[in-house]
């Protein structure tokens, strides 16, 4: 459904909906495991359905899949039947490796059933805007070059880290670009690698790239939404905000209300309810107190929209989801 995005993004808060990162537990809803899912696009369309129809959330979320655009390059992914697939292995190790890595088009390995995912979905989902999830640049060159040999290479192998983000970036726009040619509204852009940097590193190598992916691809009817889930994200806000994301997503590792109390009054920001201790291994009664004690610590920033802090773990168990939905509406009187 196309619409004008900057409006809606504008009046989110207001409509004191959530704005939950939910997907892969939409795999008890269709009697599939993990594996079947992340190789059916047909499945992840109807996934999407099945969630928008029975949650009042304020957009649908695409899979949060970290491991699509790695594989597109060529890094090994392990797969599972009840676990979103993760990255094993380092696949470049050195500059010459980095110079010779080749841009992948947009449908190599899965990229392309999960844009045909999307263009599915997007029919199927006529209430709310369809977001697509992406990873950030640094995270995705993270996962090429190994998360931890990466923040040694910021500083021993500067060169070869900018020579990989750009490469990254360059799919990470192309791929944007699909998901907005196949009807989304906008990408869920997740960066949780640079929020383990340093601010100066995350201001070298995080920012400017994610940057470019925004101007390359954000307008009236396209957003981007930034999320970050690293503990040291408070401390890099004045670089985080300058990427120009329409909003942005915090994880459970930082204290919202300093979040919202330092961003733009402007901006919305959204969060961060602790996806694995909370949401999938708590109780409805448990979900239910922890959301209503984060509504009413950031109840007085109207720039708030609830979450989830990440996303949302396959198994997780729907009576808790239903829990968080139903303390949102009590919260807010519905």
């Given amino acids: 459904m196309k619409q004008n995005m900057r409006e809606w993004i504008k009046t989110l808060p207001q409509s004191k909906k959530s704005f939950p990162i939910l997907s892969f537990p939409c795999v008890s809803l269709l009697g599939c495991t993990v594996k079947e899912l992340i190789s059916d696009s047909d499945k992840q369309a109807e996934g999407m359905a099945l969630v928008a129809q029975r949650t009042n959330s304020a957009a649908s979320v695409s899979l949060m899949d970290l491991s699509v655009e790695a594989e597109c390059f060529g890094a090994t992914v392990r797969f599972s039947d009840d676990e979103v697939p993760t990255v094993v292995g380092r696949l470049i190790h050195d500059e010459e490796e980095a110079n010779a890595l080749t841009v992948p088009s947009v449908g190599a390995a899965r990229s392309g059933l999960y844009v045909d995912s999307i263009r599915k979905a997007v029919p199927m989902i006529t209430d709310r805007p369809v977001f697509a999830g992406i990873i950030g640049p640094f995270s995705l060159a993270a996962r090429l070059l190994d998360v931890s040999e990466i923040m040694i290479d910021c500083y021993d192998e500067p060169d070869m880290v900018h020579t990989v983000l750009e490469k990254a970036t360059e799919f990470l726009i192309e791929y944007a670009k699909a998901y907005k040619d196949a009807g989304a509204n906008g ?3 997740a ?37 970050n889930c690293g503990n040291n994200t408070p401390r890099m806000i004045e670089s985080i905000s300058s990427v120009g994301a329409a909003a942005y997503h915090f994880g459970n590792a930082v204290d919202m209300k300093q979040m919202l109390e330092d961003f733009p009054k402007d901006t919305p920001v959204m969060g961060n309810l602790d996806p694995a201790g909370v949401l999938r291994l708590g109780t409805p009664e448990s979900v239910k107190e922890k959301t209503l004690e984060l509504l009413r610590e950031c109840a007085g920033y109207e720039n708030f929209v609830v979450s989830s802090g990440c996303d949302i773990p396959p198994m997780t168990p729907w009576e808790n989801l239903n829990a968080f939905f139903e303390a949102v509406d009590e919260f807010y009187g519905r």
Avoid at 203 to 214: D, H, R
């Fill in 187 to 189: 990408i869920v852009m």
């Fill in 191 to 227: 960066e949780p690698v640079s929020g383990l940097l340093s601010p100066a590193l995350e201001e070298e190598f995080s920012s400017p790239y994610v940057k470019k992916i925004t101007d390359a691809v954000q307008d009236d009817f396209f957003l981007m939404i930034y999320h």
